[in-house]
């Protein structure tokens, strides 16, 4: 077999964004911008390009999903694979003297490096929020309720919230001995019951972590079986503003929650509630957004090791973008120009370019494009035809125009 | 609707039982005269899905079925993003290395470096020799792997194999073994948290089902 190198495919991977799709990622993009501003979050960009370092800081950035990028720096760059790391990073460098809290969104691509190459997309883009500087169940909810907000502005129809709470999770798992603990979150952040069940453990540890494994569910049963277990200080603590939290959303949102205390990563910076919000169409489930709240992050990247908490989530614009063109929710073609200007001959370029720059000023909002080829009149109309643009207008030299409309 | 995914071949008949035993009847699959690929149980609660062993924890992994069952070794060589729910204790297989009965090869380390392995396990025969820090140039195969060492085009193969029969017909001996298989129950990880149609229902009674089948 021959070598397939094709110089006219984007890499496999990669995809170009053509206009419809471009309307409709912005249409996305302006909604869910909209509902952050009424929050009065204020948009961040930053850097595409990081140190490695700087990603992988938090330790839940796996270097191996990391785009490396090679220009000769002192220390390997990468591609962002997310923005959080960023985020942290701006936030307590130059974004110091800012009151806290700093509500910040932002609005990017992101790449990640397909391991599998089973043609996944390495370049993906999300848009989401940080909220820094605040801790406790009100920006909890708050952010709880912005994500709900911006689901609802879009229009998702069926959408649920998993939530977990690292904390708590991390505080049940305790009890297990230390050797075997990250083996036994491994199986169940993976949901893999039969490695779960080979652990050598006690029986009473073993019940335990079958007990956790399935620790989901509605929230009060799921409180209801913690509540029988043995919990330290720190985890009847976390209990307490877990429920303030519930009770909290209930008066407040209503949407499906599942909560999932089995719900980790295997290797994460979150420390308090985490979440994962799921769409269903009829013909699928699929992740549209995650988050959580990371409250040791923010000290690593800052300067005096100073430590802030955080909070924030992340929308996956291309799977949200799927759900709602299943829901037929876009616009599914761009507008046409409103008029088409045509000089008659040579002689009559500047007039139609004249008369054009008018009708732009007259009216900001019309599109107006020019015939830039000369041709018979039926190419012409065939043309506006084709492309849906109703007015025609004849310029001739003298500066005179015959204005046609077109049945469309 | 929950959708369960089915394995055609060797496991599908006690599948399809173990099924029944929860109640769910796909027994029109079995019949000899069936040439559907998808059918609905009888009471209206369930859909199954009839595809290649291979491709049940793709049909899984990617949530358009919720449900089905599957040989460990196929967890092994897809290593799949499935939750991987219970050791159903049937469809006992073992995924080994075998090679011609004349040969003096007598485990794994005598096979020399960069032999030529023909299997339908790629990466777990890949991982294998990984491990043993024995470089192999692994041929791909999708049947009659037996025929590879036969024909002269392999030293050794990596192949399943259940009773030994086929392998001993063909003149071949097992020299080690990689790892036994037997049918796992397996799910889509986030019906199984969002328990989609009842799910951990269907998972916990078939779980219990073989639990009880194996205290007997």
Redesign the interface.
């Known amino acids: 077999m021959t070598s397939t190198f094709m110089l006219h495919q984007a890499p496999a991977g990669a995809r170009d964004w053509l206009p419809v799709e471009v309307m409709q990622k912005q249409w996305l993009s302006q909604k869910l911008e909209a509902v952050f501003s009424q929050w009065g979050y204020q948009q961040i960009i930053t850097s595409t390009l990081e140190w490695v370092e700087t990603l992988t800081a938090g330790g839940a950035i796996d270097p191996a999903t990391v785009i490396p990028l090679q220009d000769g720096s002192e220390k390997p760059l990468g591609l962002r694979p997310e923005f959080t790391a960023s985020i942290a990073r701006a936030s307590v460098t130059r974004m110091q003297e800012t009151p806290l809290p700093q509500r910040l969104f932002y609005n990017g691509n992101v790449f990640r490096s397909s391991q599998e190459h089973h043609g996944e997309q390495m370049e993906s883009y999300q848009a989401g929020v940080e909220l820094i500087g605040a801790t406790g169940v009100l920006a909890d909810s708050e952010i709880i309720l912005l994500l709900s907000d911006c689901l609802q502005a879009v229009g998702i129809e069926q959408w649920h919230l998993i939530l977990g709470e690292a904390g708590l999770t991390r505080s049940l798992l305790a009890p297990f001995p230390e050797n075997l603990r990250e083996k036994v979150r491994y199986c169940i952040a993976h949901l893999d019951r039969v490695s779960l069940e080979q652990l050598p453990l006690s029986r009473e540890l073993q019940e335990r972590a079958l007990l956790l494994f399935d620790l989901r569910g509605t929230p009060e049963t799921v409180l209801e079986k913690v509540s029988q277990l043995k919990l330290d200080a720190t985890g009847k603590n976390i209990v307490t503003n877990l429920k303030s939290l519930l009770n909290l959303l209930s008066e407040t949102a209503s949407f499906s929650l599942t909560l999932d205390l089995s719900l980790l990563q295997t290797i994460d910076y979150y420390t308090g509630i985490v979440f994962e919000v799921v769409a269903e169409t009829e013909r699928e489930t699929c992740i549209i957004g995650q988050g959580g709240r990371y409250d040791q992050l923010l000290g690593l990247y800052h300067p005096q090791g100073e430590n802030l908490p955080g909070i924030g989530f992340a929308l996956n614009l291309e799977q949200l973008q799927t759900c709602l063109l299943r829901q037929q929710k876009l616009p599914e073609t761009t507008p046409a120009s409103d008029w088409l200007i045509i000089p008659e001959n040579v002689a009559a370029q500047a007039s139609a370019l004249n008369y054009a720059q008018q009708l732009r000023e007259n009216s900001p909002s019309l599109r107006v494009e020019l015939a830039l080829e000369e041709t018979n009149a039926s190419n012409i109309r065939n043309y506006a035809q084709q492309k849906g643009i109703n007015r025609l207008a004849w310029l001739k030299a003298d500066g005179n125009a015959v204005v046609e409309e077109v049945e469309g | 609707m929950i959708t369960v995914a089915l394995p055609k071949g060797a496991l599908l008949e006690d599948s399809i039982r173990l099924f029944q035993e929860i109640g769910l009847d796909f027994s029109a699959l079995n019949d000899p005269k069936n040439r559907a690929l998808q059918i609905v149980d009888p009471t209206n609660t369930a859909r199954a899905l009839l595809v290649r062993a291979l491709d049940v924890p793709v049909y899984i992994e990617?949530?358009?079925a919720q449900m089905g069952i599957v040989g460990y070794d196929v967890l092994r060589e897809k290593t799949p993003?499935?939750?991987?729910?219970?050791?159903l204790q049937f469809g006992y297989c073992r995924l080994s290395v075998a090679v011609t009965s004349d040969s003096r090869y007598e485990r794994s380390l005598d096979l020399p470096a960069h032999t030529r392995v023909a299997t339908k396990f790629v990466q777990c025969a890949r991982e294998y020799f990984h491990e043993l820090d024995l470089p192999m140039e692994i041929i791909p195969l999708y049947g009659s792997v037996e025929l590879a060492p036969i024909t002269g085009m392999s030293e050794a193969i990596v192949d399943l194999v259940s009773t030994g029969r086929t392998l001993h017909e063909n003149g071949l001996v097992e020299i080690e073994l990689l790892f036994e298989s037997t049918a796992?129950l397996i799910?889509?990880?986030?019906?199984?948290?969002?328990?989609?149609g009842n799910l951990?229902h269907y998972c916990d009674t078939m779980r219990q089902t073989i639990t009880e089948k194996v205290a007997t």
């Open positions: 990617y949530g358009q993003k499935v939750a991987d729910l219970a050791d796992h799910a889509h990880p986030l019906s199984y948290r969002l328990n989609r951990a």
